[in-house]
């Protein structure tokens, strides 16, 4: 999927449902951390309103779903954790290239797409093998709506620069990511 170099361990989804309360929480504020980062993009492309449009839907549609999450929480008898650091997010924001203003902002996208590509993956793993039924269909269409995103963000990149020479760089991007992702899945988060 999305050519990720090293796919989940579906055992990941066994963590996961071991402690639903955590991982919503984690998802949570995943969501709101995916709108905070459409929103600073727009920040940095003003000049192309059509992105800024997009980017905007965007940003409202992931805090639909930090609203989603946050109901199932309640609805469940859960509360809300405090925000979580995200390691992986974490380790991916150090590849992110400092060259010109537009390598950073088509490097940001692809580490957008990236992200989106991981959850993406992480919510097909617990779509096929969690018990939960509600979270099943639940996850079922945040992945399409992953997937939508992911392919939004690499267009982008592809809009803003050389065609070519993105997809040599998101060649880069999953060969880095491969590496990291190693080091994940043993928690009861979305991409830890």
């Known amino acids: 999927m999305f050519k990720l170099k090293l796919p989940t361990d579906p055992r990941w989804a066994n963590i996961a449902e071991g402690n639903i309360e955590e991982i919503l929480t984690d998802h949570a504020w995943c969501e709101q951390k995916a709108a905070t980062n459409a929103i600073s993009l727009i920040t940095m492309l003003p000049e192309y309103p059509?992105?800024?449009?997009?980017?905007?839907?965007?940003?409202?549609?992931?805090l639909d779903h930090f609203d989603q999450v946050h109901e199932i929480i309640k609805n469940r008898g859960y509360?809300?954790?405090?925000?979580?650091?995200?390691?992986?997010?974490?380790?991916?924001?150090?590849?992110?290239v400092q060259g010109s203003r537009d390598e950073l902002i088509i490097d940001k996208m692809l580490f957008a797409a990236m992200i989106e590509a991981r959850s993406c993956e992480r919510f097909k793993v617990l779509t096929e093998n969690i018990k939960d039924e509600e979270l099943k269909t639940f996850y079922k269409e945040l992945m399409i709506s992953e997937a939508n995103h992911y392919t939004t963000f690499i267009g982008f990149a592809r809009l803003l620069g050389d065609p070519e020479t993105v997809n040599k760089r998101w060649e880069e991007w999953l060969e880095y990511e491969a590496k990291i992702i190693q080091s994940y899945g043993n928690k009861e988060t979305i991409h830890g």
């Not at 059509?50 to 992931?62: D, R, Y």
């Not at 954790?81 to 997010?89: I, L």
């Open 50 to 62: 059509e992105i800024v449009t997009e980017l905007l839907a965007i940003a409202q549609e992931e």
């Open 79 to 96: 509360a809300l954790g405090r925000q979580r650091k995200d390691d992986y997010v974490n380790d991916l924001m150090k590849f992110i």
